[in-house]
């Protein structure tokens, strides 16, 4: 991946992933975030996906490898497909709500 498409992806994930390293360590922990997603091994692919975030958003941007920007990718397309199919009413207590918050995102925060 060339600098000018890492630029890109950088900026693309820190528009979509609005929460905090702290925060998004604290959801990963509550039984909500455990409750959804698909699940082979015990972990929802999003809730792994949530580590790797915490892991990403704290690693100064030159020191990213190019396996984190793949999952930066990976994450800035989920959360748009996702946000794309959302429940027409009680959003804050939804799966679809949980669902991007293990992937970074929490549709009820303001811009």
Known sequence: MDDDKK???YDNFYDCVNMQPKELEEWLETEES???GDSDSGESTGHKSG???????NTKK??????QYEHMQK???????????????????SDWR??????G???????
């Open 7 to 9: 630029d890109e992806v």
């Open 34 to 36: 455990k409750s959804v």
């Open 51 to 57: 580590r790797r975030i915490v892991e990403i958003k």
């Open 62 to 67: 030159a020191d990213l490898t190019d396996d």
């Open 75 to 93: 994450v800035v397309g989920y959360i748009h497909r996702h946000k794309a199919q959302g429940p027409d009413d009680d959003v804050e207590n």
């Open 98 to 103: 949980y669902s991007l918050m293990n992937w």
């Open 105 to 111: 995102h929490d549709p009820c925060k303001s811009d």
